[in-house]
């Protein structure tokens, strides 16, 4: 946790006693004010921004905070930035943390954390691309001890990548994700030669053999598994979707009639269709009753509906509250908008699903590392064993490319017509 200038704290505590704040809740306030600071160094959301706030507060919905403590954070925040408003001389928010102590960040690296942000946007490029770029540059420029962008070389990336491998042992796969953050940070936001790079070894990663559990061993997960929760896991390998596609589905992703799930911005934004299994239909159809009476009762105790995507919500004013657009497993509790001042509902968050199926596992005693990948992988090897196609399951599987799909035949045992001899006794 980053620790906050005690200027910033002055200035705050005042603005608390001129609203006669008790000193129990502007302890809370403070507590509240530095976490979210936190969650925007940490997440590369601007401290300033409004928007930021939104954020936020969805994490502390994923995070079970009760509604009371929602409340309690917004009301904090929002004293924050009327604290900003005021024309007033206050500090700059905008500590990062080193090995020291806290280090004000320069103007031209909040420049290049803007481009690189925008430059990112521009290419559609994901939430989880943008945080992990930020993460890998902030680290970077904490490395070159904030020298000037315009004084950054080759040779910076290659001490950066040395110091990766050597004093922090990072993976390969992290490894070469802050190669791929910072030779994008210097072609499209600096502008700057990369240089040779050649000398500069890149981590070759191991070759992973997926975990891949039998069909008895996925019914013994299931058997333990209360819901949603079974319901998530018999779409997760049903269907083969990663976890947050199956997160994500909506009630118009579902139909019925035709037995197929669509699969809308997947990764890397492709859309793909996959059969739905016939044996979980009626679940299905109770799953989507329930979500029909849960949007009722919150439309008639006037919340705002739910979260949606982009800019639909300015093109279409009501989308929120459509019934096709209702996630099909909704979150337990509401989520406050500070700035709208309106309660709306989530999807559930992968987290729990985790963590339920953590406990399944623990509970049918399988000695295997399980996660909600692994029944991807089962989906995909059990196709292979049932003699699909290599190119069908690529397709079900949303891969771009079938070299991707061909470690599942590291899976499947080979078997011939023949009994297995030695060529010395041909």
């Given amino acids: 946790m980053i620790n906050i200038p005690p200027a910033l704290f002055t200035k705050y505590t005042?603005?608390?006693?001129?609203?006669?704040?008790?000193?129990?809740?502007?302890?809370?306030?403070?507590?509240?004010?530095?976490?979210?600071?936190?969650?925007?160094?940490?997440?590369?959301?601007?401290?300033?921004?409004?928007?930021?706030?939104?954020?936020?507060?969805?994490?502390?919905?994923?995070?079970?905070?009760?509604?009371?403590?929602?409340?309690?954070?917004?009301?904090?925040?929002?004293?924050?930035?009327?604290?900003?408003?005021?024309?007033?001389?206050?500090?700059?928010?905008?500590?990062?943390?080193?090995?020291?102590?806290?280090k004000t960040q320069s103007v031209e690296w909040h420049k290049v954390h803007e481009g690189l942000s925008a430059e990112i946007k521009v290419r559609h490029y994901s939430q989880k691309t943008l945080r992990a770029y930020s993460i890998w540059v902030r680290k970077f420029q904490q490395f070159t001890k904030n020298k000037a962008p315009t004084e950054l070389y080759s040779s910076d990336v290659k001490d950066f990548i040395r110091f990766l491998a050597v004093e922090c042992r990072v993976s390969a796969s992290s490894q070469n994700q802050a190669f791929n953050a910072l030779l994008f940070l210097y072609r499209h936001v600096l502008k700057a030669d990369f240089g040779d790079q050649s000398d500069n070894v890149r981590a070759k990663r191991t070759r992973y053999i997926p975990v891949v559990l039998s069909r008895d061993e996925v019914n013994f997960v299931l058997d333990n598994l209360d819901y949603p929760y079974d319901l998530v896991v018999k779409?997760?390998?049903?269907?083969?979707?990663?976890?947050?596609?199956?997160?994500?589905?909506?009630?118009?992703?579902?139909?019925?009639?035709?037995?197929?799930?669509?699969?809308?911005?997947?990764?890397?934004?492709?859309?793909?269709?996959?059969?739905?299994?016939?044996?979980?239909?009626?679940?299905?159809?109770?799953?989507?009753?329930?979500?029909?009476?849960?949007?009722e009762k919150d439309l008639s105790n006037g919340y705002?509906?739910?979260?949606?995507?982009?800019?639909?919500?300015?093109?279409?004013?009501?989308?929120?509250?459509e019934l096709i657009w209702q996630w099909f497993f909704p979150a337990k509790t509401l989520t406050l908008v500070p700035e709208e001042g309106e309660y709306r509902r989530y999807h559930l968050h992968e987290s729990h699903v985790n963590k339920a199926l953590r406990r399944a596992v623990r509970k049918a005693k399988i000695l295997k590392r399980v996660s909600s990948h692994t029944f991807r992988h089962s989906f995909a090897t059990h196709l292979l064993q049932a003699n699909y196609d290599i190119r069908t399951i690529q397709e079900m599987l949303g891969h771009g490319d079938v070299r991707t799909t061909m470690i599942y035949t590291h899976c499947v045992p080979s078997k011939t017509v023949k009994e297995a001899k030695s060529p010395l006794d041909f």
């Avoid at 925040?77 to 500590?95: C, I, R, T």
């Avoid at 390998?237 to 009630?251: D, H, Q, T, V």
């Avoid at 509906?305 to 919500?313: A, I, N, R």
Wanted: aromatic fraction near 10%.
């Fill in 304 to 321: 705002a509906g739910t979260f949606v995507d982009g800019l639909l919500e300015k093109k279409y004013k009501n989308i929120g509250k």
């Fill in 14 to 102: 005042l603005l608390l006693n001129k609203k006669s704040v008790t000193v129990t809740v502007q302890n809370n306030y403070k507590k509240w004010l530095r976490y979210y600071l936190d969650f925007c160094h940490k997440y590369c959301h601007r401290y300033a921004d409004r928007e930021s706030l939104k954020h936020f507060m969805i994490k502390l919905h994923e995070k079970n905070q009760p509604l009371s403590m929602q409340e309690e954070a917004a009301k904090a925040v929002g004293f924050y930035y009327e604290m900003l408003d005021d024309p007033a001389p206050h500090p700059h928010p905008a500590p990062l943390p080193d090995g020291e102590g806290i």
């Fill in 235 to 295: 779409i997760l390998y049903g269907c083969g979707l990663r976890l947050f596609e199956c997160m994500k589905l909506r009630l118009h992703n579902f139909n019925l009639e035709a037995g197929i799930l669509t699969i809308h911005d997947g990764k890397g934004k492709k859309d793909r269709t996959v059969p739905l299994p016939k044996s979980i239909v009626q679940d299905i159809r109770k799953q989507l009753s329930h979500v029909m009476e849960l949007h």
